[in-house]
């Protein structure tokens, strides 16, 4: 009975994935994968290049098929892509030929929601992200920054049941990353999403997730979850705090362990 | 493009200001100079090609003069017969090129979007695409005859082929990630289609009517000198035949002038079409 009552947002049961080379050989990108993630909860995937973090990102959001295993979000099993997910990409990728406006309620477009109730939800959600007077801009009047805003508030605009993010402040400098950090932490809060946000970078991980999962390389898998109990809501100080340090030291010696196991094996 | 123009202009610029502070008293002449540089050149050959016509050094058999090909030309424009070659011509082209347009624009999209149909055309579109496709005027006025579909269908034949090639490289180009994120937002193929193919390809569209605009254009003027009974490049033919050379040059200019429109207006549709690419 208890299994009825908490059904996870999403579940990931030994799930592995592999690619079939032009030799008939396969790669394997991820193997066992299992992890659990709450209604609400932010998780963060971090991991060396080429750990498979981005191809299981490709699979929750149904990109990507999974070899073995199951998938479930809300207890279903996950088949292709859908709206239940919102998936906020790597690459600044807005449409260059939509305003800002027209590129957040893009998804609204495609369920077919009226016009009148699509510009609300899209000034709604520019107001969000804090682009109330970039309404009529493209892509290209935008910084890097700010283009990631419209792309996440692209993603919420479907009102989506898990939003994925795929390493979405990569391209930004130092500074504008640290700030759309602190931004992503109050639209979470203001819109009580679950997250699950892939990056290579540990502080980022660790100063925005409620739980990080740690994966390492060939083959592709978890080697540690990290419950990070810091206090919320997390000002930026707080990556200068002690016990920030010790968690983002404790990861990388994590995945530093890894690479020296590594090269002993070779 | 547009880009390349905008950067040489302020190269431009900034030339123009270097002359201007080291030859402070010349700055505005210097300046004017160089901003009507194309006008100044045009109106300096119009003044050396009527001196000449003037005095008597051009032979007025083989070549006419500014001011008269104005004056045979107003006299044809009085009596109509400019007014009827011109509209002959430009309902050939309109039709022969809207169904280019048309038919190219679909065709590229499909073949574009669907590679194995896109390979199995391919030869077709390099053999034709190579080709000067006047040389098809015989064998089509053989199947359709003489008159206004002859010339229909060899604009459109000239004017098809190049915006099959651009839309169909467009959509062939599409950013993987765009698709993606259709994909992502749960859009079936033909919102895909609708929403990323045709927006992503339309400045390679434009740039294949660019092409196919022109070529549409020699194709009608070539094929009225060849075989025709009315049109711009018939009105031509026939008065050099005659050895008009006044009426000859009119027609050539009434075809320069035809040209400029087009071209200027097809720059014009793509301003409006493309408002995203500029700052």
């Given amino acids: ?266 | 493009m547009k880009e390349e123009i905008n950067s040489r202009s302020q190269q431009d610029g900034l030339i123009l200001k270097k002359n201007s502070t080291s030859r402070k008293n010349q700055l505005n002449t210097g300046s004017f100079l160089l901003n009507n540089l194309g006008l100044i050149t045009v109106i300096l050959v119009l003044a050396i090609w009527e001196t000449l016509y003037q005095i008597g050094i051009i032979n007025p058999i083989f070549m006419s003069g500014p001011s008269q090909i104005v004056k045979v030309g107003y006299e044809l424009t009085v009596s109509g017969d400019l007014i009827d070659n011109l509209l002959f011509t430009l309902g050939n082209f309109s039709l022969g090129f809207g169904m280019a347009a048309v038919i190219g624009i679909l065709v590229g999209l499909v073949t574009g979007w669907y590679r194995p149909l896109g390979k199995a055309f391919d030869p077709f579109l390099t053999a034709m695409l190579g080709t000067p496709r006047i040389v098809l005027l015989p064998l089509i006025t053989l199947w359709v005859g003489v008159g206004f579909s002859s010339k229909v269908v060899i604009v459109f034949i000239a004017g098809v082929f190049p915006i099959i090639l651009n839309t169909m490289t467009g959509v062939k180009n599409l950013d993987p990630n765009l698709t993606r994120v259709s994909s992502s937002f749960g859009a079936s193929a033909i919102q895909t289609f609708i929403t990323v193919a045709l927006p992503g390809s339309l400045p390679q569209i434009v740039s294949g009517l660019r092409v196919g605009i022109g070529q549409s254009l020699v194709a009608v003027i070539a094929a009225e000198m060849f075989v025709s009974t009315g049109g711009i490049g018939y009105f031509v033919a026939q008065s050099s035949a005659n050895f008009n050379i006044d009426r000859v040059f009119v027609g050539i200019v009434v075809i320069v002038i035809l040209g400029i429109l087009i071209t200027s207006s097809v720059k014009w549709i793509e301003s409006r079409l493309l408002k995203h690419r500029v700052e």
């Fill in chain 1, 1 to 266: 009975m208890e299994i009825l009552t908490t059904i996870a947002k999403l579940q990931s049961e030994n799930v592995s994935i592999t690619y079939p080379l032009k030799n008939g050989d396969e790669i394997i990108a991820v193997t066992d994968f299992n992890m659990t993630v709450n209604e609400g909860e932010f998780v963060c995937i971090v991991g060396p290049s080429g750990c498979g973090k981005s191809t299981m990102l490709g699979a929750i959001a149904g990109f990507q098929n999974i070899s073995e295993g199951n998938l479930y979000l809300n207890g279903n099993p996950i088949k292709g892509t859908g709206r239940d997910r919102g998936v906020v990409f790597q690459q600044a990728s807005l449409f260059p030929w939509r305003t800002a406006i027209d590129n957040i309620t893009y998804g609204l477009e495609l369920a077919g929601t009226p016009k009148q109730e699509r510009l609300a939800k899209g000034r709604e959600l520019l107001k969000l992200v804090g682009l109330e007077a970039f309404e009529n801009h493209y892509p290209n009047q935008l910084s890097g920054g700010m283009q990631q805003r419209v792309n996440v508030a692209r993603a919420l605009a479907i009102e989506p049941s898990l939003m994925l993010l795929d390493e979405p402040f990569g391209a930004l400098d130092a500074q504008t990353r640290e700030f759309m950090q602190l931004e992503l932490l109050r639209i979470w809060r203001a819109t009580k999403q679950t997250i699950i946000f892939v990056t290579h970078d540990i502080a980022e991980a660790v100063y925005l997730a409620d739980q990080v999962i740690v994966m390492t390389a060939r083959p592709g898998t978890i080697c540690e979850k990290v419950k990070i109990d810091l206090t919320r809501p997390r000002p930026l100080e707080i990556k200068r705090s002690p016990e920030f340090m010790e968690y983002e030291k404790y990861i990388w010696d994590l995945i530093v362990q890894e690479k020296e196991l590594e090269k002993d094996m070779v």
